[in-house]
């Protein structure tokens, strides 16, 4: 018989462990995954799908009866004896069904799977009486492993979906019904819409234009605090409040500062004309 292997490899996703060893935890789930992904492929269900796509029903190595020891024993005594000393068996169905049954129990005991080291790679080997049939059906059960992996997460995704449009119509339904509440409130005390909007009345205007005062004038105190603390912090250090940029940029304070400047050259031109000496 001859045997072919095909590849497997699988999505690495690692779960942190609840143990301190993340790695040991790690190696741990993933022994675990890839033992269930042996056993998808081994399963009679994923091999079924195999024994239907490549028509194995009508592939006499897989198909044809399976006599018992007991069974071929009795042949060859009736054989080689001139006398019967056992009876025939019944012959096995012919059936479709039964051809099935018995290719997919061939093929079970045909495949196996080895993972590669500790690495995510499973290994698929088949073996058959023929070296194509072998590499075909290797080929097929790795096929058949991926087609169904792609079903099952297409299935989950249809069930998500179905289950995020019911939450949104919920949703739905529940806002309008709150609408409906709010209209009827407003109609009920006489709330008037404003020029922001339906959802909008005058009370509620009224505090979005305070709220935006306030935040005005706490931005102005913040402004005056940083003010304040920067003249303190000149006045301790016995600077000039004169460099600051408000004393720098007003016409009062360049006003003193002109003035203050005559005055110094006047009392000069006076120091410079009475002297010490002046009779």
């Given at each position: 018989?001859?045997?072919?292997?095909?590849?497997?490899?699988?999505?690495?996703?690692?779960?942190?462990?609840?143990?301190?060893?993340?790695?040991?935890?790690?190696?741990?789930?993933?022994?675990?995954?890839?033992?269930?992904?042996?056993?998808?492929?081994?399963?009679?269900?994923?091999?079924?799908?195999?024994?239907?796509?490549?028509?194995?029903?009508?592939?006499?190595?897989?198909?044809?009866?399976?006599?018992?020891?007991?069974?071929?024993?009795?042949?060859?005594?009736r054989k080689w004896l001139p006398f019967?000393?056992?009876?025939?068996?019944?012959?096995?169905?012919?059936?479709?069904?039964?051809?099935?049954?018995?290719?997919?129990?061939?093929?079970?005991?045909?495949?196996?799977?080895?993972?590669?080291?500790?690495?995510?790679?499973?290994?698929?080997?088949?073996?058959?009486?023929?070296?194509?049939?072998?590499?075909?059906?290797?080929?097929?059960?790795?096929?058949?492993?991926?087609d169904d992996q792609f079903e099952t997460?297409?299935?989950?995704?249809?069930?998500?979906?179905?289950?995020?449009?019911?939450?949104?119509?919920?949703?739905?339904?529940?806002?309008?019904?709150?609408?409906?509440?709010?209209?009827?409130?407003?109609?009920?005390?006489?709330?008037?819409?404003?020029?922001?909007?339906?959802?909008?009345?005058?009370?509620?205007?009224?505090?979005?234009?305070?709220?935006?005062?306030?935040?005005?004038?706490?931005?102005?105190?913040?402004?005056?605090?940083?003010?304040?603390?920067?003249?303190?912090?000149?006045?301790?250090?016995?600077?000039?409040?004169?460099?600051?940029?408000?004393?720098?940029?007003?016409?009062?304070?360049?006003?003193?500062?002109?003035?203050?400047?005559?005055?110094?050259?006047?009392?000069?031109?006076?120091?410079?004309?009475?002297?010490?000496?002046?009779?």
């Open positions: 018989k001859y045997a072919s292997t095909v590849s497997i490899l699988l999505e690495p996703k690692r779960p942190g462990g609840l143990s301190d060893d993340g790695q040991f935890a790690n190696l741990q789930v993933d022994s675990t995954k890839i033992g269930t992904v042996a056993s998808i492929i081994e399963s009679s269900t994923l091999l079924s799908r195999v024994v239907q796509s490549e028509n194995l029903a009508d592939d006499p190595d897989f198909s044809s009866p399976m006599p018992s020891v007991l069974d071929s024993g009795c042949l060859m005594l019967p000393v056992c009876e025939l068996p019944a012959p096995e169905p012919n059936t479709r069904e039964a051809r099935e049954a018995r290719a997919l129990y061939r093929l079970q005991h045909a495949v196996s799977t080895t993972r590669v080291n500790f690495t995510y790679v499973i290994n698929v080997q088949v073996v058959a009486p023929k070296p194509n049939d072998a590499q075909r059906l290797a080929t097929a059960v790795a096929e058949a492993y991926l997460r297409q299935e989950a995704a249809v069930r998500d979906t179905t289950w995020l449009a019911a939450q949104l119509a919920e949703m739905r339904t529940e806002l309008i019904s709150s609408e409906e509440k709010v209209e009827a409130l407003r109609r009920q005390y006489g709330l008037t819409e404003t020029a922001q909007g339906p959802n909008s009345t005058t009370d509620r205007q009224v505090i979005t234009e305070l709220t935006g005062q306030m935040v005005t004038a706490e931005s102005a105190v913040a402004a005056a605090q940083a003010k304040y603390q920067q003249v303190q912090r000149i006045r301790k250090g016995n600077g000039d409040l004169g460099s600051l940029p408000e004393a720098a940029t007003s016409m009062t304070i360049q006003q003193l500062r002109m003035q203050q400047t005559e005055v110094d050259r006047r009392i000069a031109d006076l120091a410079a004309r009475y002297t010490a000496n002046y009779p």
